[in-house]
């Protein structure tokens, strides 16, 4: 029903700065909590951010302070900005939107965008 597109990944230096877009194909703010997961290679999917539709926004602890989340509804669109890089933050990153209906929650995920940090 809903369809999520990433894009915005790609290689980049260790300290530099990404810009992370997620293109909804109907209303975000319908969707009560939109986010940023990321999977390393032999680890799980881990949250990274999330926004919700009141804009309220949680952190993982190793991007605090350097990854802001935020969304545009009129363009349908979430972001990430991501700054101060770092090698560890190499993964596909996956956009996310919830909506958590009793007794299953929806999940509608992106296909992923491969962020890759050089040392």
């Known amino acids: 029903q809903v369809q999520l597109v990433e894009s915005g990944g790609g290689l980049v230096q260790s300290g530099g700065s990404l810009r992370l877009s997620c293109a909804a194909s109907r209303s975000i703010f319908s969707i009560s909590v939109m986010g940023w997961y990321r999977q390393a290679p032999g680890k799980q999917r881990e949250l990274v951010a999330t926004?919700?539709?009141?804009?309220?926004?949680n952190y993982a602890d190793s991007v605090k302070g350097r990854f802001t989340i935020s969304r545009d509804n009129a363009k349908n669109t979430v972001y990430l900005q991501m700054n101060s890089l770092k090698p560890d933050d190499t993964a596909v990153y996956y956009c996310n939107g919830r909506i958590p209906i009793a007794p299953t929650p929806i999940n509608y995920w992106g296909q992923g965008t491969q962020v890759t940090v050089s040392s």
């Open positions: 926004i919700t539709s009141g804009d309220s926004t």
